[in-house]
């Protein structure tokens, strides 16, 4: 298996642009997770869903933010429109939970820069 | 990771032991993990611990875990200077999600 596939892998964008991170997680497995990473504020989970649909969507910043999930294989991370401060790396980890054992499965990460 | 702490940076030299600290909140987790960032890459598990274990032992890695004081450790043995990197312990709360601690980074020098 590939893995978890992150597109694009760097982007560098203006201020006010929307932005459109990309997701494909680990064929079979049933949640997928945004992250953010900065060193100010550590790994934020941002969103989290479960066999497609939003299960906890309580760390998105704000309504900027956005993501869906139109099936299994795919999903996306939009910023609309973009702020210096949304500068950071972007994670999507997906998992195939088991009981009460939960393993993520990383991708690469996108960084994001907001000039 | 409010709620997950963990100190911020360890330097050892190679060779050495490294012993890598973490504090938890949830007393009913019923796993505990230990992810390793690599510069530019994503988290990788790199070992956990079920939470009726004490200690838990894999090649260079040991785990030991008391529930009382929810404190978690990782111990790296030989530490080699690939083993620096950012190194999170995670618990999981409500449903799948997992809380993870601010990242410990490990230096290790030759």
């Known amino acids: 298996d590939a893995g978890v596939i992150q597109s694009p892998r760097h982007e560098v964008t203006e201020m006010g642009q929307e932005v459109t991170l990309r997701c494909k997680p680990i064929?079979?497995?049933?949640?997928l997770f945004w992250y953010r990473q900065t060193m100010m504020r550590g790994l934020e989970l941002l969103i989290y869903?479960?066999?497609?649909?939003?299960?906890?969507d309580s760390g998105m910043p704000e309504d900027r933010f956005s993501a869906k999930m139109p099936n299994a294989s795919f999903s996306t991370l939009k910023i609309q429109p973009s702020e210096p401060r949304d500068s950071a790396v972007y994670f999507c980890?997906?998992?195939?939970?088991?009981?009460?054992?939960?393993?993520?499965?990383f991708g690469p990460g996108t960084r994001l820069t907001v000039l | 990771g409010e709620d997950v702490e963990q100190s911020l940076f360890l330097s050892v030299r190679e060779g050495d032991s490294s012993v890598i600290n973490c504090t938890y909140t949830?007393?009913?987790?019923?796993?505990l993990y230990w992810y390793k960032q690599e510069p530019g890459a994503g988290l990788q598990l790199l070992t956990y611990?079920?939470?009726?274990?004490d200690m838990k032992q894999d090649q260079r890695l040991t785990v030991l875990l008391n529930k009382k004081d929810k404190h978690l450790s990782l111990r790296i043995a030989d530490t080699q200077t690939g083993d620096s990197a950012i190194y999170f312990c995670?618990?999981?709360?409500?449903?799948?999600?997992?809380?993870f601690g601010g990242g410990t980074r490990l230096m290790v020098k030759p």
């Open positions: 980890a997906s998992s195939l939970r088991r009981g009460s054992y939960n393993e993520q499965f």
């Open positions: 064929s079979g497995h049933n949640s």
């Open positions: 869903f479960n066999n497609n649909v939003p299960i906890d």
């Open positions: 949830d007393s009913s987790s019923t796993y």
């Open positions: 611990i079920f939470s009726n274990m």
């Open positions: 995670a618990e999981i709360i409500a449903g799948n999600m997992l809380t």
